[in-house]
């Protein structure tokens, strides 16, 4: 991979600047004001193929956002890498949080990004991630040094339930034939501890809205003899757990799979700074489910947290309203052997249930995704581990994520084919948080390992 790195080194400044083009394009996906904006980013990635060196370069349609599709096929004999990534990008709300606008890209130094990190929305997920992938390509390709077939799937619709990439997979079940897939969307512990994601969580995510009265009302008219559906939705809310922080839906956690002791200890094992993960957020104590460490509460536990809520008056001055409605945006992280559909489906029965006579409650459920444990003894978890020590100079550590990403269960049931979870971001890179960044060191190492990657692989697979 000597030329190939050689390669890397030299095209650094190009690859930056391709990236902050990529990064400038608001390709939100949630919201339909966007939808220009997300196809001209489909088009960028797909050229950006073309430019590398893919064949059969296609914009696919689907009944969402469009799919991008790239594929080089040196020899039917070589074993055939899968890489999948998302352009689409989380909407920047709160933009008054921002310190710099999130879709121009700015490059500033921090604490933990020494060599200076791109501040944009998606700039580590997963633009940033995706677009390693294709450089990593170009490299590989224009120096005759790519080892395996690839085949590139980027999708526009990740951020919103990735819906409609099911169907795209099964109607292109022959088209996607490959060995293993291989995905850049995850983070590592640290920039001097390498880590590989070896398990995901699943995801149920809702919307529920509460009705009072017929309109809003005058609150000193009619407070304290109307029910205040806000009031009534955050009393529901809190009822959902305990002072343990223990959820209390009737069998959430009937289906829960248990880590043994001897488990639980070794995932313990992984570097974990309790003052420094405290410092970061700003926060004086961690709080989460009794009887759990924090790296536990955020891998291995199902969680229920509200992501927003609304209603009534919230602008400038006051108004003194009793609302109509209240709103709350709600997702439940899940762990092995949880479904989201099950899961769903307890929570809008108990959700119903507990709602009193005063007012009435939707439950309307957005997306969701099944939870994964991806192996370490395969040859693709193995190749990926030998790269990272070729460039890290450390053997990564095996370690669960607490995010979710649907397609992996999907890949395991459509394709019938393992994954490896092999990011370089880090979990204090705000991702969907205001001031996103991705450090450049982890973008450039990024594009380095991938090719070792490729090479390892061959290899284990000859």
């Known amino acids: 991979m000597q030329k190939t790195q050689t390669y890397i080194q030299s095209n650094k400044e190009r690859f930056l600047e391709e990236l902050l083009e990529l990064l400038r394009i608001p390709s939100v996906s949630a919201d339909p004001a966007y939808a220009n904006d997300v196809r001209r980013t489909a088009t960028f990635v797909a050229d950006s193929l073309k430019k590398a060196g893919a064949d059969s370069v296609t914009i696919h349609e689907t009944k969402g956002h469009p799919i991008v599709y790239g594929e080089k096929i040196l020899d039917p004999s070589l074993p055939t890498v899968l890489v999948y990534g998302h352009y689409d990008v989380q909407p920047a709300d709160p933009l008054e949080l921002w310190d710099s606008p999130p879709f121009e890209p700015v490059i500033k130094k921090t604490d933990l990004h020494p060599q200076g990190a791109i501040f944009a929305r998606g700039s580590c997920d997963d633009k940033g991630q995706m677009f390693m992938h294709v450089k990593a390509f170009e490299a590989m390709y224009a120096n005759d040094e790519l080892a395996c077939n690839v085949k590139f799937m980027i999708e526009g619709e990740e951020e919103v339930g990735s819906n409609n990439l099911g169907t795209f997979c099964r109607a292109n ?235 992996v269960a999907l890949f395991e049931e459509v394709l019938e084919v393992k994954s490896v979870l092999m990011g370089f971001g880090l979990d204090s890179d705000s991702i969907h948080s205001p001031n996103e960044h991705y450090g450049l060191f982890n973008y450039y190492r990024g594009i380095e390992t991938i090719p070792y990657f490729y090479q390892n692989y061959a290899e284990l697979k000859g």
């Open 173 to 407: 079940k022959e088209m996607l034939n490959c060995d293993m897939v291989l995905i850049s969307d995850t983070s590592i512990i640290a920039n001097d501890v390498p880590s590989i994601n070896t398990g995901l969580r699943g995801l149920s995510y809702v919307e529920v809205e509460v009705t009072g009265p017929n309109r809003d009302l005058h609150s000193g008219v009619y407070g304290g003899g109307v029910a205040n559906p806000i009031n009534v939705l955050c009393d529901m809310i809190s009822s959902m757990m305990d002072e343990n922080k223990h959820i209390t839906i009737p069998g959430f956690y009937d289906k829960v799979a248990v880590l043994s002791d001897e488990e639980r200890t070794e995932m313990n094992k992984a570097p974990f700074n309790l003052e420094e993960y405290q410092k970061d957020l700003g926060i004086a104590v961690v709080q989460g489910e009794k009887g759990y460490t924090t790296l536990e509460r955020t891998s291995i536990r199902p969680t229920l947290d509200v992501n927003g809520i609304w209603g009534g008056y919230i602008g400038e001055g006051a108004k003194t309203v009793l609302p109509s409605k209240a709103f709350a945006k709600i997702s439940m992280r899940l762990v092995p052997n949880q479904s989201s559909d099950e899961i769903t489906e307890i929570f809008q029965k108990h959700f119903e249930s507990i709602a009193p006579a005063s007012v009435k409650v939707v439950v309307r459920p957005h997306h969701g995704g099944e939870p994964v444990v991806t192996p370490t003894d395969t040859p693709e978890y193995q190749a990926a581990a030998k790269a990272m020590l070729q460039t890290f100079g450390k053997a990564p550590i095996p370690q669960r994520g607490g995010g979710s990403i649907p397609i």
